[in-house]
């Protein structure tokens, strides 16, 4: 498959990347030039609208490193303690080059040697911004994998407590209707 420089990236996940540009002297010249080509190949999206098979963060990804064996890692923000060797980090070469592409796009990065190596995603195993829209459609009782084109998206809210009221409900609902997806943490 080709290397493509282009991604689809969350807001959130966008400014995340603008804001480790700016700080800049802090990162590696590899790191550097990732992320320039990160920003400025992307394609910005809500949460709602990005495909489920895109690399977010929190995504639990199965990749590969040119042409070894598949590994499976959570592409995080950044090191957290106790779950080494599960984490790919960002604030990596290999976790910044894996954020934003698609299952079957590729990237190619330098490595500290100065040669190049080519990371491929393979499958996106859990998306969180997929298992909340799947979670809300539990919630709404509509089936898992179809979608809600018969209402509006925004409603005006004329008391805060019939807001309050109606999240809770849709809290409870959520936990009654059986969904049991464990997450990232069950990795």
């Not at 894996?98 to 299952?103: H, P, R």
């Amino acid at each position: 498959m080709p290397t493509i420089d282009s991604c689809q990236l969350t807001t959130k996940d966008y400014t995340i990347l603008e804001v480790m540009r700016e700080r800049r002297p802090a990162r590696s010249e590899i790191l550097s030039t990732i992320l320039d080509r990160k920003i400025s190949g992307a394609v910005v999206m809500f949460r709602d609208d990005i495909p489920a098979t895109v690399v977010t963060l929190s995504s639990r990804v199965a990749y590969r490193v040119n042409d070894g064996p598949a590994e499976i890692r959570i592409v995080a923000h950044d090191e957290m303690r106790g779950l080494v060797g599960m984490l790919l980090p960002i604030t990596n070469p290999r976790g910044l080059a894996l954020l934003g592409l698609a299952e079957g796009q590729s990237m190619s990065i330098p490595t500290a040697d100065g040669g190049l190596e080519t990371l491929t995603v393979q499958e996106v195993v859990y998306q969180p911004e997929a298992a909340r829209r799947e979670r809300l459609k539990l919630a709404e009782g509509l089936e898992p994998g179809s979608s809600r084109l018969d209402g509006p998206v925004l409603r005006v809210v004329h008391r805060l407590e019939e807001l309050q009221d109606e999240a809770e409900n849709k809290v409870v609902a959520a936990f009654n209707s059986g969904f049991n997806d464990p997450g990232p943490s069950a990795a």
